[in-house]
């Protein structure tokens, strides 16, 4: 079963149904979750208080781009509200109207891929009830529009460079400046656009010179409007950094295996403990974080159980203190759907490896949608490399490629005779999320 040779489509009831299941989990956290997990609130009060966006050391959150607050902060002037509790509630009620757009993008994708009932079904379940993407978009943070609008550009990208004109050009490059005012992480497209361009060209093996001086043109503009109307060029001539962010990194870089000296918790300690090896065992020890200086179990100082564990639990990260859970049956279940991904995982992999080396549609889509997955996953390792604290190895950053992601699995999953396998899979790590979201919400109301 290959994805390209199906034609099936849910029907709208059933996907109606599909959709209303995976929004209420996100309608709960907005009605119940009072904490964000980084202050994206004093950056507006900043603003309110001096009508100038502020520097970018001025507070915790202020090295972040405009965008984001530029939404928030008119309904807060229209509304008259400063408090930080209104605040909060409006940008709880914006990322709630996001969340919702990206799981009717995540729906409308997978059934656009005209998979049959049962994969098509399971996949939605188990992306649109991700449990990461459901707390972002409840945390009040700014990840949650970068998120879809790294979907909205890698659903149009991979759809217009193949019938290229200045429309749809002009609408990317907008998609473009519009990332890379909201979120650092928003910047990778910028890079991804010309290698997404030359991947086509490879595939067509056409060179159409006046279509790429437009597009250079076009991303010229974007790369400009950035640098200026995000403070990059600003922070650039102030700080001698236009990606400066809240902390400088450590005072040393780790190596191989020798750790250097560092001010943060301990993350990256050495790269091979970081990125090279997989801590299962203290994972399923304590499937939690730590967030202390004094104990740092392994799977803390790895990106890959750091990775997993964000994705699959929200209680894994322990932050804000209310999404605590102290409960030895939430544990319990935890351990289970940590196994279950890394078999999903691999079975993925491996079909997707099988799928290359069998040259079996392997295609411009394809090809592409590896590369934006690999660019970002290659931005979280530099990213937590540099600043070397555990909580610079977010899954979360991923997520701008969740279209990618979730068309990988797809095509993974379809290389394998028994894809009813997979699918139940995919259904009881989706049934474990919801048993999950149950202990976050006693953890929140009590």
Known sequence: ?????????????????????????????????????????????????????????????????????????????????????????????????????????????????????????????????????????????????????????????????????????????????????????????????????????????????????????????????????????????????????????????????????MVFRKGVNTYKEAFFSFPLGSLLAEPYNENGLENYPEHRQNMWTQLLGQFSNHLFERYPETWISYNNDMYNFARVNFLLHILLFLGILAGLILTLAKRIKVDFQLIAHILISTIFLVFVIKYSAQYRDFSFMKVVFIYPAFISLIHLSAKGIAQWKYVKLFTYLLVACAILYQVNYIYLLKSLTD
Not at 24 to 35: A, D, K, S
Not at 91 to 112: D, G, H, M, R, T
Not at 134 to 140: D, E, F, R
Request: some cysteine; glycine content about 4%; hydrophobic content about 50%.
């Open 1 to 261: 079963m290959t994805i390209p040779n199906l034609k099936y489509r849910l029907s709208k009831h059933y996907i109606y149904i599909l959709f209303a299941l995976c929004a209420l989990p996100r309608i709960g956290l907005w009605m119940v979750n009072t904490e964000g997990n980084d202050d994206h609130i004093t950056p507006i009060q900043k603003w309110q208080e001096t009508g100038t966006y502020p520097e970018a050391r001025d507070c915790w959150e202020c090295f972040q781009p405009p965008l984001f607050y530029s939404i928030a902060k008119p309904w807060c002037d229209l509304l008259s509200i400063t408090s930080t509790e209104d605040i909060f509630n409006v940008i709880q009620n914006i990322n709630l109207i996001i969340s919702l757009l990206v799981l009717w993008l995540i729906v409308w994708y997978i059934n656009s891929l005209k998979l049959t009932q049962l994969p098509s079904t399971a996949l939605i379940l188990f992306w649109g009830l991700n449990p990461e993407l459901v707390s972002i978009g409840a945390l009040a943070s700014n990840d949650i529009l970068t998120i879809l609008l790294g979907m909205a550009f890698t659903i149009l990208a991979l759809s217009y460079i193949p019938k290229s004109n200045l429309t749809r050009e002009l609408i990317l490059v907008i998609l473009l400046i519009l990332l890379g005012l909201t979120k650092g992480n928003g910047l990778v497209f910028i890079g991804i656009y010309p290698i997404l361009i030359g991947l086509y060209i490879l595939f067509t093996r056409k060179i159409l010179w006046k279509q790429i001086t437009r597009q250079f043109i076009v991303w010229s503009f974007a790369f400009i409007t950035i640098a200026w109307a995000g403070n990059y060029l600003d922070k650039y001539e102030k700080y001698d950094n236009p990606f400066i962010t809240n902390v400088d990194p450590p005072y040393e870089k780790a190596t191989w295996d020798t750790p250097g000296d």
